[in-house]
């Protein structure tokens, strides 16, 4: 043992050690360089906090409330910075899932800056006009007959309706009493099934226009049907799908953008797999 305390390594060794306590008590933990202390604020990045402020509440800040976003700004960009001194963001899922965001809507700002033609808009629409239809309307009034199982005997029903020619004013009389609506002025496909159940709408579509029909089944029963009029789906004009064509459009060169964006960033980078997932990666 008194051989290894007078060997000069381990003299040179306790020399350091008792040199670094020192410092440190003298000069207390490494400090951030003196650059990393220094928050500026120019004309820059006080247009940047006046044009957010414009965006929010749609006018100038007062003096006062410009003071109190530069102080505000000086407190985040100070925590900020102490954050990153004290390591915070490695290994951070948050901050990590932040940073990640703000590249995509760096790479999607890189599609949206030029403005959508009208030859672009009505390509699209050309292309896929089946995706711009306008549903189809139906007016109707129904006999809902509670009880009423035997279909041969409410056909032979509706025979003798469009023989006398009742109305269906007359028809609704012979209704059974429920909460189901007798009359259904021009309504969509989708709000008639939600009232009487999927497929209701499909099997109305099939009748005849102004005559009793049925029976129909639907989730509550059978009904009659007396079909006042039935508008088929059709593509809705170019005008009342303009914009809804631009903001696709914008979403779509959005995205081309960002895969553009990544696939050329992900050139710059060596990709190494290893273990599994190397072996995930050659199957």
Not at 203 to 226: D, T
């Amino acid at each position: 043992m008194r051989k290894i305390i007078k060997h000069p390594v381990f003299q040179i060794l306790c020399f350091g050690v008792l040199l670094g306590t020192t410092l440190l008590l003298i000069y207390g933990p490494r400090q951030p360089e003196l650059q990393d202390r220094k928050v500026v604020i120019d004309d820059a990045d006080l247009a940047h906090m006046v044009a957010g402020w414009q965006r929010t509440w749609k006018r100038m800040p007062t003096r006062e409330e410009l003071q109190g976003i530069m102080n505000s700004y000086v407190q985040d960009e100070v925590v900020y910075r102490e954050a990153l001194n004290q390591g915070m963001d490695r290994n951070n899922a948050t901050v990590k899932r932040a940073l990640i965001s703000q590249m995509d809507m760096l790479a999607e700002g890189q599609g949206s800056e030029r403005d959508i033609s009208e030859e672009a808009i009505k390509a699209y629409y050309d292309l896929r006009k089946e995706q711009f239809v306008a549903p189809a309307l139906l007016k109707f009034h129904q006999v809902y007959l509670k009880d009423e199982k035997d279909s041969t005997a409410m056909t032979a029903l509706v025979s003798k309706w469009n023989r006398e020619g009742l109305s269906p004013e007359e028809g609704l009389k012979k209704a059974s009493p429920s909460l189901l609506l007798p009359r259904i002025n021009l309504q969509t496909t989708d709000v008639i099934d939600r009232e009487f159940g999927n497929g209701f709408a499909a099997a109305l579509s099939k009748l005849p226009v102004r005559q009793w029909s049925g029976p129909v089944r639907s989730g509550f029963g059978y009904h009659l049907i007396y079909l006042d009029s039935l508008i088929p789906a059709a593509p809705l004009p170019l005008e009342n799908v303009k914009n809804e064509i631009a903001n696709m459009l914008q979403y779509e060169e959005k995205q081309a953008a960002k895969e553009q964006f990544y696939t050329e960033l992900l050139q710059q980078y060596e990709i190494i797999y290893q273990g599994m997932a190397k072996d995930l990666i050659d199957e």
